[in-house]
Nanobody, 115 residues
Framework: QVQLVESGGGLVQAGGSLRLSCAAS????????MGWYRQALGKQRELVAA???????NYADLVKGRFTISRDNAKKTVYLQMTSLKPEDTAVYYC?????????WGQGTQVTVSS
């Protein structure tokens, strides 16, 4: 059974930082591409960042230079370090992965950035 459990969200002032974590189980983490998406109220879910098994990363243009995705295979955890946060970063952030053609999602963690 695949489980993705996010943590680390919260309320932060504009310009602040947060680090999100996603602990995975039920997958071979070391070979899995992991991603972070976000969904703001009334908007579609959008890709924030992704990291392959080899450590290659890609980012949405809106977060490049501010967010960093990383992984710890020993802990089966993927991280999203967010800096210089803006009110428009407010959203529910979801961790995701794919296993045998099926997408799996965590329950999400709320990030709220106040101005």
């Amino acid at each position: 059974q695949v489980q993705l459990v996010e943590s680390g969200g919260g309320l932060v002032q504009a310009g602040g930082s947060l680090r999100l974590s996603c602990a995975a189980s039920g997958i071979i983490f070391e070979i899995s591409t992991m991603g972070w998406y976000r969904q703001a109220l009334g908007k579609q879910r959008e890709l924030v960042a992704a990291i392959t098994k080899d450590g290659s990363t890609n980012y949405a243009d809106l977060v490049k230079g501010r967010f960093t995705i990383s992984r710890d295979n020993a802990k089966k955890t993927v991280y999203l370090q967010m800096t210089s946060l803006k009110p428009e970063d407010t959203a529910v952030y979801y961790c995701t992965t794919d296993r045998r053609g099926t997408n799996y999602w965590g329950q999400g963690t709320q990030v709220t950035v106040s101005s």
